[in-house]
């Protein structure tokens, strides 16, 4: 069955840094665009960053254009979110996913499957 493991959450300082992994099984990773949501208390799940199937395609929510880069390993079946000069609105439980349609990627509905995030608390 689809899984999806994040990890490489914890607290860190503002202006810190954070390297998210997700290990995914079940579904052909490489033919899928993989996602990285978060969701803070109270607010509603967001897109932050995606990348396509091959690697190439990117897209990055304009809160963390710049800060954070997405990556994926199609070899290991593994997506990354380097997260960088991390600010206390970044506090948040973070998700990967996966998608069939670039189109899709912003859409929650789109996804069946939610892995068990892993937080990530900015604070001094």
């Known amino acids: 069955q689809v899984q999806l493991v994040e990890s490489g959450g914890g607290l860190v300082q503002p202006g810190g840094s954070l390297r998210l992994s997700c290990a995914a099984s079940g579904f052909a990773f490489k033919d899928l665009h993989m996602t990285w949501f978060r969701q803070a208390p109270g607010k509603e799940r967001e897109l932050v960053a995606a990348?396509?199937?091959?690697?190439?395609?990117?897209k990055y929510k304009d809160f963390v254009r710049g800060r954070f880069t997405i990556s994926r390993d199609n070899a290991r079946n593994m997506v990354y979110l380097q997260m960088d000069n991390l600010k206390p609105e970044d506090t948040a439980v973070y998700y990967c996913n996966a998608v069939r349609k670039w189109a899709d990627l912003a859409n929650v509905k789109k996804y069946d499957y939610w892995g068990q995030g892993t937080q990530v608390t900015v604070s001094s």
């Open positions: 990348i396509g199937n091959f690697g190439i395609s990117l």
